[in-house]
């Protein structure tokens, strides 16, 4: 249900900000609305506390925002408080950010590998991604996983491109216990 909320209204949300060629604007405002919604505890348990009805969330959410954030934003935000989403607030946000991201072809990638690369192998990686993907840029994300003994594990979005050594040693012994002698 979450995924279907947060496709909803954020391909609304994206259909504004491109008829209203305010992509940009719309994107600051979500990614900054988006951290506070995930991060702010005091402001989730609000949101999610039953006994405050919906139009005391959406006048304090008015007044929080209104002369930070434009009024299309917080329009959205009142409608998801009304139909009962706030929840879906955070979620709604990174689906948009991801389809601006897309509409500029910025990729992110998640590289993990089993040491930590040097600047120069990181430039590398980022290169090959560039030649060997339709994005124009990336944002890199790098993590260090021992276990993995060697190679890298790339995820862009939903693809995986698992190179590690970890993982073809499991291949091998796989194959190697299914031969019949």
Do not use: C, W
Not at 17 to 40: H, P, Y
Not at 95 to 122: M, P, R
Request: no cysteine.
């Amino acid at each position: 249900m979450a995924k279907l909320v947060s496709k909803t209204y954020g391909d609304a949300l994206f259909s504004v900000a491109m008829e209203e060629n305010r992509v940009d604007a719309f994107a600051e405002e979500a990614k900054g609305l988006s951290v506070i919604f995930s991060e702010n505890q005091e402001l989730r348990k609000l949101m999610d506390n039953p006994k405050i009805i919906k139009e005391d969330k959406i006048k304090l959410i008015e007044e929080t925002f209104t002369s930070h954030v434009s009024k299309e934003v917080i329009g959205l935000i009142a409608l998801l408080i009304s139909k009962g989403h706030s929840k879906d607030i955070p979620a709604v946000f990174d689906y948009f950010i991801a389809l601006v991201k897309e509409e500029k072809k910025i990729g992110t990638a998640f590289v993990t590998t089993a040491v930590a690369l040097s600047d120069a192998q990181k430039s590398a990686v980022e290169k090959r991604l560039l030649e060997t993907t339709r994005y124009e840029s990336f944002e890199m994300n790098y993590s260090v996983d021992e276990s993995l003994i060697g190679g890298m594990v790339i995820r862009i979005g939903d693809r995986v491109v698992d190179s590690s050594i970890k993982t073809k040693l499991y291949e091998l012994s796989k194959q190697l216990r299914s031969i019949q002698i």
